[in-house]
């Protein structure tokens, strides 16, 4: 069963940074694409990121276009959130998710395998 295991939450300043990563031992990993979601309080889970297996292919929503930037490191099966500008709106629980048939895309119903979620919380 794949396993994704997010690590690199918690609080950070308005203004400030913070990195996310999700690992897995899925021996597909190279293959798939990896996706980051945020589910704020009181609303529905909504799609932040995602980067396909080919490099150089990714996605921001607008709302954090040009503040997060996704990469990953296929060597060590981890994918990476970092996070500039922070904004208190950013605030939600961060979830990873992965597609092993390496297609993105920006609704939750498209990818097959979700980590537990972690905590990022903005102050202003």
């Known amino acids: 069963q794949v396993q994704l295991v997010e690590s690199g939450g918690g609080l950070a300043q308005a203004g400030g940074s913070l990195t996310l990563s999700c690992t897995t031992s899925?021996?597909?990993?190279?293959?798939?694409?990896l996706g980051w979601f945020r589910q704020r309080p009181g609303r529905e889970r909504e799609f932040v990121s995602a980067i396909s297996w080919i490099p150089g292919t990714t996605l921001y929503a607008d709302s954090v276009e040009g503040r997060f930037t996704i990469s990953r490191d296929n060597a060590k099966n981890t994918v990476y959130l970092q996070m500039n500008s922070l904004q208190p709106e950013d605030t939600a629980t961060y979830f990873c998710?992965?597609?092993?048939?390496?297609?993105?895309?920006?609704?939750?119903?498209?990818?097959?395998?979700w980590g537990r979620g972690i905590p990022v919380t903005v102050s202003s």
């Open positions: 899925a021996r597909t990993f190279i293959h798939s694409a």
């Open positions: 998710a992965m597609d092993d048939r390496g297609r993105i895309g920006r609704l939750v119903i498209e990818w097959d395998f």
